[in-house]
């Protein structure tokens, strides 16, 4: 199967930066996709930034210009560099993987969230 690891969340002051890490291991033939949601509280989870394989990035609105999402293919990680952070980024974020096996089987699989406190 997949297993995810992630790391790199905590407290920060607003316009501070974070960098999320998310390392996937186990019986991985192929990563297509790698990204990572968020979930505040009383709210739904919602799509932050996304990468495929071929290198191509999707990023929610409200994060453009100030997250960066970087994949190492090598080591089957992703980043969130999550710069000028504001109070309304204050969630748990949680990595998700779309990846193929070695025995032919797609999965998706979340990582167990992290969370992220922006606050003075």
């Known amino acids: 199967q997949v297993q995810l690891v992630e790391s790199g969340g905590g407290l920060v002051q607003p316009g501070e930066s974070l960098r999320l890490s998310c390392a996937a291991s186990?019986?991985?033939?192929?990563?297509?996709?790698m990204g990572w949601y968020r979930q505040a509280p009383g709210k739904q989870r919602e799509l932050v930034a996304r990468?495929?394989?071929?290198?191509?990035?999707n990023y929610a609105d409200s994060v453009k210009g100030r997250f960066t999402i970087l994949r190492d293919n090598a080591k089957n990680r992703v980043y969130l560099q999550m710069n000028s952070l504001e109070p309304e980024d204050t969630a748990v974020y949680y990595c998700?993987?779309?990846?193929?096996?070695?025995?032919?089987?797609?999965?998706?699989?979340w990582g167990q969230g992290t969370l992220v406190t922006v606050s003075s």
């Open positions: 998700n993987v779309g990846a193929t096996t070695l025995t032919g089987r797609y999965l998706e699989v």
């Open positions: 186990g019986s991985i033939f192929s990563i297509s996709v």
């Open positions: 990468i495929i394989s071929a290198g191509s990035t």
